[in-house]
């Protein structure tokens, strides 16, 4: 029952002067709602990449050529032709841990259909292609393994292709030209969106590697291996099994730096969301300014409020007011700011992480965890800035309290 009369005390002080009480909860409502927008961006954001990595296919491992050097320059990894068409079909064969494969070569170039034409490049892929990057077609078909082993002039177009190439007709059973070399289309694959790097996934055209190495590539061996692992536990004992079958097969020594690149999903994953983490601390740091702000902000309208009521102070102490009482009033005082600012800046940082989302169009993620952590800091910052002017009005001398003017 004290404490509610206390708290219903804070209320009363606090309405003798709306204005001032709320320009001084400005700071934390701000402070507050900053936090939790730039948090809900930056968690937006991680969605978003990690969705996209998603996108890549579940449980991929990316096999590419090694890196070579000529006159001490070192050239990037897929730079040596070190991967041959039997590596991928021994790492199907003899790792455990992996479940399918896809030989890939690329290619690229102007594409004709009719009167359009178009420029993107050309994947040339296996036959377990789209069910690793789980992917699928929209209509049509897929080329098939014989067309792979016939090296048929087939292809798959690309849903931005398919639209540039067929504005207004069915791509299906159509002929393009690319690089005056014909081919028929059988299918159009899914919209996929883009990638993480910002790239149009669906430009691109699809078709069997062995017609690509042929036909359009001058690269002689494969230009990567794409392989999805059993399970995502089974990742790495997929890539342990692809190094040391490669190393076996490409006679490599024991001291000898291998002549393949095994890029893992999950690497790629983490190094993405690293960069977006980053990011959300920094976000979330210079919003958390605010808070500091307001908690001065507290602090000095505290100060201000001692002084003020400085006689008020002496008289309650005369009546029986212990020094903690008035600590007490006081520090409730600062709370009931700081909280009433920090529900206020939760509301209108749900509702501009909302606005955010539907006039730019960038996701927005709002976890429990940011409102808890923006709730919890204005509590704090009312403690910590509130301590010191209530410490201040409780160490007074009543008697020279019942004196000021």
């Keep these: 029952m004290k404490v509610l009369n206390t708290v219903l005390s804070a209320f009363r002080a ?22 939790i927008v730039m948090l809900a961006i930056g968690q937006g954001a991680k969605f978003s990449v990690e969705q996209q990595i998603n996108a890549l296919g579940t449980n991929v491992l990316i096999v590419l050529p090694g890196s070579q050097q000529q006159g001490g320059i070192r050239m990037g990894a897929g730079s040596m032709t070190t991967l041959s068409e039997d590596d991928a079909f021994a790492i199907q064969k003899e790792c455990p841990a992996v479940a399918l494969v896809s030989p890939g070569t690329r290619g690229g170039g102007q ?14 892929t296996g036959i377990d292609y789209l069910e690793i990057r789980k992917w699928s077609v929209e209509y049509g078909e897929f080329y098939t393994d014989q067309d792979i082993r016939s090296a048929a002039k087939v292809c798959v177009l690309g849903k931005t292709v398919a639209d540039n190439l067929f504005p207004d007709a069915s791509p299906v059973g159509q002929t393009i030209r690319i690089r ?42 494969l230009r ?33 730096a291998d002549d393949f690149t095994i890029r893992n999903q999950a690497d790629l994953a983490t190094a993405a969301t690293a960069t977006t983490d980053i990011l959300t601390y920094l976000l979330a740091s210079v919003a ?21 009521r400085t006689r008020e102070i002496g008289i309650r102490m005369s009546v029986g007011a212990r020094s903690r009482d008035i600590l007490t009033q006081f520090l409730i005082e600062a709370l009931v700011l700081s909280l009433l600012g920090g529900t206020t800046g939760i509301i209108l940082g749900i509702v501009g992480s909302r606005v955010i989302t539907g006039i730019v169009n960038w996701p927005t993620i709002i976890s429990v965890f940011s409102i808890l952590l923006a709730f919890g800091f204005s509590i704090g910052i009312g403690i910590f800035f509130g301590f010191y002017p209530a410490r201040k009005a409780a160490l007074l001398n009543p008697i020279d309290a019942l004196r000021y003017e």
């Design 224 to 256: 990567q291996i794409l392989v999805s692992a059993t399970s995502s536990s089974g990742i790495a004992a997929a890539q342990s099994q692809i190094t040391e079958l490669l190393r076996m097969r490409h006679k490599i020594a024991p001291y000898d």
């Design 288 to 308: 958390g300014v605010s808070l500091l702000v307001g908690g001065i902000g507290i602090m000095n309208i505290m100060l201000v409020s001692v002084t003020e």
């Design 111 to 124: 594409v004709i259909a009719g009167s359009q034409n178009w420029a993107t490049g050309v994947e040339g």
């Design 180 to 221: 005056s070399v014909p081919f028929k289309v059988v299918g159009v694959l899914k919209a996929k969106g883009q990638n993480a790097m910002g790239q149009d996934q669906d430009d691109i055209i699809l078709a069997p590697y062995t017609t690509v190495a042929r036909r359009l590539s001058w690269w002689p061996n």
């Design 14 to 35: 606090l309405k003798r002067n709306k204005m001032r009480s709320f320009l001084t909860m400005l700071g934390i409502i701000i402070g507050v709602s900053a936090v």
